[in-house]
């Protein structure tokens, strides 16, 4: 069953769309997994419900997947632009707890994203960890955002750097971290999780990239870096780009990462 529409949000001062995909056989009396599942840079709250197979899943896993609307803000509380991560992080769990009989407990909770949602994933876990058990990030960029930001400085205007990632992205970067493109450890998703390293509770993390994907050699070094600060990662990799064939197929086995071990 497949929820379209929006809600008024009051950090972000506006109605926002969300999809929403719960069990055809949802009852009442049940409590239910919850898997909020977030968009990539140039798509919408649809996205996921349209071209993924998240609709059969929400029957195989006993889960309800919320699917929220971030336009292209990298899932952030932006310097000059709205708060989305705290509408992704801190209200909208509370809709959803008042809308839908869903489990309150971190182990029935899991965040996952590809590309930008990838990274908005990363960062929503690794900044609170008593909330997310579980995090699943598939082809995520910015996963080493400090040398990103700097890289941007440099370049951002040139007409190599606007062919590879387009005129809008370096607006788009400004608007989130000002127009000096100013770096802060809440946004770095390795230094959240260097700052997790010596705290009992961490999200258990999936991550997969396609080995054709431009994403993948930052992938493979973040996977590396994680494992030196003690997290408990799975890490994939398989021929494909970046696109819903391998988003689809990352999806897939996210999940059986999440659920294998769980009554469906």
Not at 5 to 24: R, W
Not at 138 to 150: H, I, Q, R, T, V
């Amino acid at each position: 069953m497949i929820l379209r529409g929006n809600v008024f949000s009051k950090s972000l001062q506006m109605e926002t769309g969300i999809n929403v995909i719960i069990p055809n056989n949802f009852s009442e009396d049940n409590e239910y997994n919850i898997a909020y599942v977030l968009h990539g840079l140039c798509a919408n709250s649809g996205n996921w419900a349209d071209n993924s197979m998240l609709p059969v899943y929400a029957n195989d896993y006993n889960t309800i997947f919320v699917m929220p609307e971030v336009a292209r803000s990298f899932y952030s509380d932006m310097k000059f632009g709205l708060k989305y991560f705290s509408y992704i992080t801190n209200e909208l769990p509370t809709i959803c707890k008042a809308v839908f009989n869903i489990s309150s407990k971190r182990e029935n909770t899991a965040i996952i994203g590809g590309s930008m949602g990838g990274y908005g994933a990363l960062k929503s876990a690794l900044s609170k960890p008593e909330q997310y058990g579980y995090c699943c990030t598939f082809a995520s960029p910015c996963l080493f955002l400090k040398e990103g930001l700097d890289y941007q400085r440099q370049n951002g205007d040139t007409a190599e750097f606007k062919a590879i990632y387009g005129e809008q992205l370096k607006i788009d970067f400004e608007a989130i971290f000002g127009k000096e493109l100013v770096w802060n450890e809440k946004d770095d998703v390795l230094e959240l999780a260097k700052n997790l390293s010596n705290n009992k509770i961490k999200p258990k993390i999936y991550c997969a990239c396609g080995t054709n994907d431009y994403l993948l050699e930052d992938n493979k070094r973040y996977n590396k870096e994680l494992n030196k600060l003690g997290f408990d990662i799975r890490y994939e990799e398989w021929e494909a780009s970046h696109d819903f064939y391998f988003f689809d197929e990352a999806l897939k086995r996210a999940l059986e990462f999440l659920y294998k071990n769980n009554d469906k």
